[in-house]
C-alpha cells in the first residue's frame, strides 16, 4: 500500500469512530508533535486523545512523495472548523510521524 493510502485509511477510521482500526496504521512508537510544541509517543495515547474531540477530518487537498504525505483540510467539531495542515512520514507500512499545524486559539475545550 502507498504512503497516500495509508494516511487516508487512517483518515477514514477516524472519521467513523473506528479508533482501534485507526491505531493499526500507527507505528506502535509514532511521533506526533502539535503546534504549541505538545507531543506524544504512543499511538494509543494519541488516538485516546482524538477520540475525546470526536471530529471529523474535512479533507481540501493532499500531497505525497516517497514516504512523506502532507494533507490540508478542516478539523469539524459540532460548534468550530478549524483549518489545519499535517505531514505524516511513512515507513514499513505505519505512520511513524505525524507534524499538525492550526490555529489552537480556534480549538474548542476537550469534553
Not at 74 to 103: H, P, Q
Request: charged share 30%.
Amino acid at each position: 500500500m502507498e504512503p497516500l493510502e495509508i494516511v487516508l485509511k487512517y483518515i477514514d477510521h477516524l472519521n467513523r469512530q473506528e479508533y482501534e482500526k485507526a491505531l493499526k496504521y500507527l507505528d506502535s512508537s509514532v511521533r506526533v508533535v502539535g503546534p504549541g510544541g505538545e507531543a506524544f509517543h504512543e499511538a494509543s495515547e494519541f488516538v485516546k486523545m482524538l477520540g475525546k474531540y470526536r471530529s471529523k477530518y474535512d479533507l481540501r487537498k493532499s500531497f505525497s512523495k516517497d514516504s512523506d504525505v502532507c494533507l490540508l483540510y478542516d478539523f469539524v467539531f459540532d460548534r468550530a472548523r478549524v483549518y489545519a495542515s499535517s505531514w505524516y512520514e511513512v515507513k514499513n507500512g505505519r505512520i511513524t510521524s505525524i507534524t499538525t499545524v492550526f490555529d489552537p486559539a480556534k480549538m474548542p475545550s476537550a469534553p
